[in-house]
């Protein structure tokens, strides 16, 4: 596959560094999270600190209950720890007021769901520029037309989402959570309602606008071959994390969920 080179990026690039690693685009500092009320309280989480590299892609893996979901919220700003920070490009999330913080997840962070989540009254085109019809910085139309042609989507942009495939479908969903440049997209299962062709294309595009844009990337999976085209996974347990490991590969993956008897 080869792609057509980058063009400059719209000087509003909102913290999407280009400089790979060098920089935290989002961090949780103790974060608690807690369901429920006495004696039936869920940890959920439990004072986690993680920091995400920008310009890197970072998986988040574990069993089932052990906080990934949870996690991603919290970053996600859907969801307010109980106690402890989370600071996406530096702002303290606990420190906005609801507005403030709908207008920081509308122009800072990209959402990429399992279940796609597209608009199905919105055409392909329409989806993507969302953003910046619920009031968004302006998409420059270059960047706009090198997206969609890097994705594949040049000729799709007028068709419904009901028109598309699952895999053209994420791979519109994916333009959505680039289009404005946030600091961070963050990805839910993006690939769990995909055969494994089409969640190999997904991932090739994660993957791409990580080393071609310089996004920063973090993406909850239970797949050890999706943890492996990513730059690390970090291992939940029990709400705390348990472990990371750097370029890993499925073995690598498989390994140390089976060491912990994790099975993801
Ligand atoms: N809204 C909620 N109310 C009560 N408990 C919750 C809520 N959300 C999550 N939990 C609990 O918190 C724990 C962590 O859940 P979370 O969904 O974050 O795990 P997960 O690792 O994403 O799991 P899975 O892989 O099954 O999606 C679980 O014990 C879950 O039951």
């Known amino acids: 596959m080869s792609f057509p080179s980058s063009p400059a990026l719209p000087s509003s690039a909102s913290g ?4 790979a690693g060098s920089s935290i685009a989002v961090r949780t500092v103790e974060i608690t999270r807690t369901f429920g009320q006495r004696p039936a309280v869920v940890t959920a989480l439990n004072r986690v600190s993680v920091a995400f590299e920008a310009g890197r892609f970072t998986s988040i893996m574990g069993p089932s209950g052990s906080g990934k979901s949870t996690l991603l919220h919290c970053l996600a700003g859907l969801e307010r720890p109980s106690s402890g920070s989370v600071l996406v490009a530096g702002t303290d999330l606990a420190s906005l007021s609801d507005g403030q913080l709908t207008t920081l997840r509308r122009d800072r962070l990209g959402f990429v769901f399992q279940a796609f989540n597209l608009v199905p009254t919105l055409t392909a085109g329409e989806n993507i520029t969302l953003s910046e019809r619920i009031g968004g910085p302006r998409i420059p139309r270059e960047w706009m037309s090198h997206l969609t042609e890097v994705l594949g989507l040049g000729d799709r942009l007028e068709h419904r989402p009901s028109e598309l495939s699952g895999g053209q479908q994420q791979r519109v ?22 055969d494994s062709h089409s969640s190999g294309e997904v991932l090739d595009f994660l993957r791409l606008a990580v080393e071609r844009f310089g996004q920063t990337i973090v993406m909850v999976t239970h797949d050890p071959a999706a943890a492996a085209r990513t730059d690390r996974a970090v291992f939940l347990r029990d709400g705390r994390v348990d472990g990371e490991l750097r370029d890993p590969s499925v073995d690598d993956v498989l390994a140390r969920l089976a060491s912990t008897g994790s099975g993801a």
């Open 173 to 194: 969903a994916i333009a959505r959570a680039l289009a404005h440049r946030p600091a961070v997209v963050l990805a839910d299962e993006p690939t769990g309602n995909l």
């Open 16 to 19: 999407a560094s280009a400089s």
